[in-house]
């Protein structure tokens, strides 16, 4: 027993710090001080992390077979649909973090990365706030945008918007009133700056939901209309992306409210119809670039549906609805209370579909696993402030 859990250790820091060293990689590949590095240190970064994670597949002690066969039979289809059809490269990267977090202590990678992501955009913010590294400034729909260090407004509100979501799993029940404030303050401070709206008014709300509950001391996850609300939320804001795309005329004041995203959505899906297997498209994220017009698909689920065709959606959904249902089964509250925020989030933004983002990409793993007794564990860490 002593050895196992030694092993486990083990594992789960190789693991941490391969992935730690790939996400890296993704968020210096996203930052204006790109330009001015050497591209082998931000490659090296993305190639030491990848193997670090292939050795760690390779320390996985307990492999339930016909969970591993029914994964590798998917990940097969993947690696033919996403990545061969659409050359979408990172998707192969996502299978080896997936089948490389198996059998780790996610309870401890998740503190881990909740310390790790929020010491790097704070290091980033800061730094970009009194100029030391590269901090933009854009004029872009009638708003005044600091980019806080990145190649894109949005980009920090994003990450902001994954670390207070992996703030309420390492919390919990114990955030005490400073914590929700000082994170509160941190995200006013980030849209004061970047004018991202959405995820500041998802993290406003999630915050105070958070508070209510942990004061209510009740698990809401007993609830049947938040059990079966939770299970089929992906499949019912997928379906309601891509009906309002389809009749954004209809919704010309939501279309507006939303900058233009429904209407960009309609024009994709004329452009590139629905299919079943996965096909190349060209929607420009370009903003002032001559001959490119913007027609980027924002939606994390309509954009995945275009691209990769039905088949993988239905499998991507799948297995992030086997991931719910089982936060359902273990009555975890504030992991499906963190998992709602960032599947919000991907409602009409991109980042639910890039793990650099979307850290829940490797609870993907605990389904090759018989349970997940860590989400039974409904305790949280220390406070963050001491």
Same mark, same amino acid.
Request: aromatic share 18%; glycine share 6%; net charge positive.
């Given at each position: 027993?002593y050895k196992?859990?030694?092993?486990k250790?083990?594992?789960?820091n190789? &693991?941490?710090?391969g992935? $730690? +060293?790939?996400w890296? @990689?993704?968020?210096?590949? !996203?930052?204006e001080?790109?330009?001015?590095?050497?591209?082998?240190?931000?490659?090296g970064l993305?190639?030491f992390?990848?193997l670090?994670?292939v050795?760690d597949?390779?320390?996985?002690?307990?492999?339930?077979?016909?969970?591993?066969?029914l994964?590798?039979?998917?990940?097969m289809f993947?690696l033919?649909?996403?990545?061969?059809?659409?050359?979408?490269h990172?998707?192969?990267?996502?299978?080896i973090?997936?089948f490389?977090?198996?059998?780790?202590d996610?309870?401890?990678?998740?503190?881990?990365?909740f310390?790790y992501?929020?010491?790097v955009?704070?290091l980033i913010?800061?730094?970009?706030?009194v100029n030391?590294?590269?901090n933009v400034?854009?004029?872009?729909?009638?708003?005044?945008?600091?980019?806080?260090? &990145?190649?894109?407004?949005? $980009? +920090?509100a994003h990450? @902001?918007?994954?670390?207070? !979501?992996?703030?309420?799993?390492v919390?919990?029940?114990?955030?005490?009133a400073?914590?929700?404030?000082?994170?509160?303050s941190?995200?006013?401070f980030?849209?004061?700056n970047?004018?991202?709206?959405?995820?500041?008014y998802?993290?406003?709300a999630?915050?105070?939901?958070w508070?209510?509950?942990?004061?209510?001391?009740y698990?809401i996850?007993?609830?049947?209309?938040?059990?079966?609300g939770?299970?089929g939320f992906?499949?019912m804001?997928?379906y309601?992306?891509y009906?309002?795309?389809m009749?954004?005329?209809t919704?010309?004041?939501?279309?507006?409210?939303?900058?233009?995203?429904?209407r960009?959505?309609?024009?994709?899906?004329?452009?590139?119809?629905?299919?079943l297997?996965?096909k190349?498209?060209?929607?420009?994220a370009?903003?002032?670039?001559?001959?490119?017009t913007?027609a980027?698909?924002?939606? !994390?689920f309509?954009?995945?549906m275009?691209k990769?065709?039905?088949i993988?959606?239905?499998?991507?959904i799948?297995?992030?609805?086997?991931?719910?249902w089982r936060?359902?089964?273990?009555?975890?509250?504030?992991?499906?209370?963190?998992?709602?925020?960032?599947i919000?989030d991907g409602?009409?933004?991109p980042?639910?579909i890039?793990?650099n983002?979307n850290?829940?990409?490797?609870?993907l793993?605990?389904?090759?696993?018989?349970?997940s007794?860590?989400?039974?564990?409904?305790?949280?860490e220390e406070?963050?402030?001491?």
């Amino acid at each position: 027993m002593y050895k196992e859990t030694k092993l486990k250790q083990l594992k789960t820091n190789i &693991f941490t710090v391969g992935f $730690f +060293s790939w996400w890296t @990689y993704g968020i210096l590949s !996203s930052m204006e001080l790109s330009l001015s590095l050497s591209n082998y240190v931000i490659q090296g970064l993305r190639l030491f992390g990848l193997l670090l994670l292939v050795a760690d597949f390779f320390l996985t002690r307990k492999i339930d077979i016909k969970r591993f066969l029914l994964a590798l039979i998917i990940a097969m289809f993947i690696l033919f649909n996403n990545v061969m059809l659409t050359s979408t490269h990172y998707f192969f990267e996502i299978m080896i973090i997936v089948f490389a977090g198996v059998g780790i202590d996610f309870k401890s990678f998740l503190k881990k990365s909740f310390y790790y992501f929020l010491l790097v955009l704070t290091l980033i913010v800061g730094l970009a706030s009194v100029n030391l590294i590269p901090n933009v400034t854009m004029f872009h729909n009638g708003r005044m945008r600091n980019m806080l260090g &990145f190649n894109w407004p949005s $980009f +920090s509100a994003h990450y @902001y918007l994954y670390i207070v !979501s992996l703030a309420i799993i390492v919390r919990g029940k114990k955030i005490t009133a400073i914590e929700i404030a000082i994170l509160e303050s941190l995200n006013i401070f980030i849209y004061l700056n970047t004018r991202t709206k959405s995820p500041f008014y998802l993290v406003t709300a999630f915050l105070i939901l958070w508070f209510v509950f942990a004061l209510l001391k009740y698990n809401i996850s007993n609830l049947f209309i938040v059990k079966w609300g939770f299970l089929g939320f992906l499949p019912m804001i997928s379906y309601i992306v891509y009906y309002l795309s389809m009749h954004y005329l209809t919704f010309t004041n939501l279309n507006q409210m939303l900058t233009g995203r429904l209407r960009l959505g309609n024009n994709a899906l004329i452009m590139y119809p629905l299919t079943l297997l996965g096909k190349k498209t060209s929607l420009s994220a370009e903003v002032g670039v001559i001959g490119q017009t913007y027609a980027y698909v924002d939606s !994390s689920f309509l954009q995945y549906m275009i691209k990769f065709g039905m088949i993988s959606f239905i499998i991507f959904i799948g297995c992030f609805m086997m991931l719910q249902w089982r936060i359902i089964k273990y009555k975890n509250m504030f992991v499906l209370l963190a998992m709602s925020l960032v599947i919000f989030d991907g409602m009409f933004d991109p980042e639910f579909i890039q793990a650099n983002y979307n850290v829940y990409f490797v609870l993907l793993a605990t389904l090759l696993e018989p349970s997940s007794q860590w989400l039974a564990e409904n305790e949280s860490e220390e406070t963050f402030l001491e």
